[in-house]
Nanobody
Framework: QLQLVESGGGLVQPGGSLRLSCAAS????????IGWFRQVPGKERERVSC????????YYADSVKGRFTISRGNEKNTVHLQMNSLKPEDTAVYYC????????????????WGKGTLVTVSS
């Protein structure tokens, strides 16, 4: 069965850090561009960060630039999102997504979605 599973979400105080992980089973992440998206109730799912299939390019939304870092893990078939200096407005369900496009996937060309992990930034 092909699936993506996110982990690492939780409750953190403003200014804190979390590391999200995305693990794949049934297929190889090396063959896909990977994106992290987030969504809050009542709003559209937004793209936060992504890494190209070749690992030659990354993308960050302006709202997270300089604070988040995406990387392919040393562990096989994983991708991480390191989130530092977290703000309350980062609170959302974070989704991992895999796409066969070469560069940054949009919500319209994702082949596989994870079920999401909740990140809550609050004091």
């Amino acid at each position: 069965q092909l699936q993506l599973v996110e982990s690492g979400g939780g409750l953190v105080q403003p200014g804190g850090s979390l590391r999200l992980s995305c693990a794949a089973s049934g297929f190889t992440l090396d063959h896909y561009a990977i994106g992290w998206f987030r969504q809050v109730p009542g709003k559209e799912r937004e793209r936060v960060s992504c890494i190209s299939r070749s690992d030659t390019s990354t993308y960050y939304a302006d709202s997270v630039k300089g604070r988040f870092t995406i990387s392919r893990g040393n562990e096989k078939n994983t991708v991480h999102l390191q989130m530092n200096s977290l703000k309350p407005e980062d609170t959302a369900v974070y989704y991992c997504a895999a796409s066969t496009v070469d560069n940054c996937p949009s919500i319209y060309n994702v082949r596989h979605w994870g079920k999401g992990t909740l990140v809550t930034v609050s004091s």
